[in-house]
């Protein structure tokens, strides 16, 4: 007889989620993916896909089929089941069977999650004006961070006596722990980040026909669940960059709708215009010896969106610059002087493997870039309102309606993480503009926040912490083709 090997993962989002139905809220450009209760879900879909693509970095191709199936002429079923990731109560226990609307309501975050809007970022696209572009602007719902989901994985094989089997077994759990390892939407703007904070393995003999039917029985209706890991990952170190940042002097970022200083408070918050960006996050704690969730006060953020659309800009004028050094596509303001404005805005193609590159005409020409950046908490002391107005350049009084304040945080510290797809391989001008444009970031030439024209998104790296930048994990087209040329050639 055989054995059957259950797994029981528990995943906690460290970011917001979107894994989207592909239909549209009302008043919103996303739906998220509800189950029969209206509560978000995982679908087991989205998880087989994302593990499979991370899998091809450490089995083979048949070892790949073997475990996730395949088809075509000849075709073959997934050796693994995957179960739909179920939503965690407050409680942190997996939400079970259908529940009446008082049951949801009573329970603090279910009440939340069922709502049509859980969280929401507002979006928009920067054109190289630095304004919106036409049509530029969307809404995306979102799942907040620090929500879990229980996820069960069964798989049948009398085989694993095999090493080899239980070596890809181990390799494949591990992929878990892959920076990369991200659900949803835009994961490569810092959503849909996880880690896996509890989990346990349970081997099964079918020998023992009424132990093993009283063991998967439980197992189903999911009355054990893990409160610490019990599986042994070995974490991936493969992190591209982490770049600590401190402020010079005030700072602002986003759009944001609560106060973080001590003006947090009082009918004068209303009149203050723009406010940093924050969002609040479930926070899980112990009481009593039972783990409970209760959602925090809005933290201020630094979104992944925007800090890659930032990098992205300096990225493209440093790329430009190494080309036209070297003879190639090199484009200059003073060339494209009767341009279009749909030229002045198009993102080079040459950047493409990177960045990514979405062909409107040829979808097949699109590429999702190789470069994830995550949301980074920011952290500060103190905060200050400034108040700003327009002034009539007839009179030398303030123009009607004109006056406006903003809340600045006072030299605050924040960390950018960035990681690049394993087996990247750039150009050598656009793996130097990336070079180019860490450093400018480093000794304050790139600003990274809002109001960059009033002095307000000023960094430079932290000198209190270290800064890492790993050039190594990408190749270039140059060095690829000097070895391949040498590997053909001793053969």
Not at 254 to 260: D, F, K, N, R, T
């Amino acid at each position: 007889m055989g054995k059957v090997y259950l797994t029981r993962l528990i995943i906690e989002t460290q970011s917001p989620m979107a894994i989207n139905t592909g239909n549209r809220e009302v008043g919103f450009d996303s739906q998220l993916a509800r189950d029969a209760n209206n509560l978000p879900y995982v679908p087991a879909t989205s998880i087989a896909g994302v593990w499979k693509h991370l899998a091809k970095e450490v089995l083979s191709e048949n070892s790949i089929d073997n475990w996730f199936g395949y088809t075509g002429k000849e075709s073959q079923s997934s050796t693994l089941t995957i179960s739909d990731g179920v939503l965690h109560n407050s409680k942190n226990k997996p939400v079970q069977g259908l529940l009446t609307p008082e049951a949801i309501n009573q329970d603090s975050l279910l009440s939340m999650l069922v709502q049509a809007r859980p969280h929401h970022r507002e979006r928009v696209s920067i054109n190289d004006r630095g304004v919106a572009k036409n049509t530029g602007k969307f809404d995306q719902i979102l799942l907040p961070a620090g929500i879990r989901f229980c996820i069960d994985i069964k798989f049948y094989d009398d085989r694993l006596a095999n090493d080899t089997i239980s070596k890809e077994w181990d390799d494949l759990l591990n992929c878990w722990q892959n920076p990369l390892f991200a659900l949803g939407a835009n994961t490569r703007n810092g959503l849909g980040k996880l880690t896996v904070v509890a989990s346990n393995t349970e081997v099964i003999n079918l020998s023992d026909v009424i132990s093993a039917s009283h063991k998967m029985q439980s197992h189903a209706l999911r009355e054990n669940i893990p409160e610490k890991n019990n599986i042994n990952f070995i974490a991936e170190q493969n992190v591209f960059a982490t770049l600590p940042l401190k402020a010079l002097d005030n700072w602002r970022s986003g759009a944001g709708s609560q106060l973080l200083g001590k003006y947090n408070k009082g009918e004068a918050d209303k009149s203050i215009a723009m406010i940093t960006y924050s969002e609040p996050k479930v926070k899980w704690h112990s009481k009593a010896g039972k783990t409970q969730a209760e959602i925090s006060e809005p933290k201020a953020v630094l979104c992944g969106s925007s800090i890659k659309g930032i990098l992205a800009h300096r990225i493209t004028f440093h790329w430009r610059r190494h080309e036209a050094l070297l003879g190639k596509t090199g484009m200059w303001a003073e060339e494209m002087e009767h341009a279009s404005h749909e030229q002045w805005e198009t993102r080079p193609e040459g950047l493409k493997y990177l960045l990514g590159f979405a062909d409107q005409n040829d979808h097949e020409n699109s590429l999702a870039g190789s470069l994830y950046v995550d949301d980074s908490d920011i952290s500060f002391v103190d905060t200050t309102i400034r108040h700003h107005n327009s002034i009539d350049r007839f009179t030398g009084g303030v123009r009607k309606g004109a006056l406006y304040s903003e809340e600045l945080l006072y030299q605050p510290e924040f960390t950018l993480t960035l990681n690049i797809k394993k087996g990247t391989v750039l150009s050598h001008s656009l793996k130097q503009a990336l070079s180019d444009t860490l450093d400018d970031l480093k000794i304050g030439l790139l600003p990274m926040g809002a109001g960059s024209g009033r002095g307000t998104s000023i960094v430079m790296a932290n000198p209190e912490k270290s800064w890492l930048v790993n050039l190594d994990h990408i190749k270039t087209e140059s060095i690829l083709a000097v070895t391949e040329e040498t590997q053909g050639a001793s053969s």
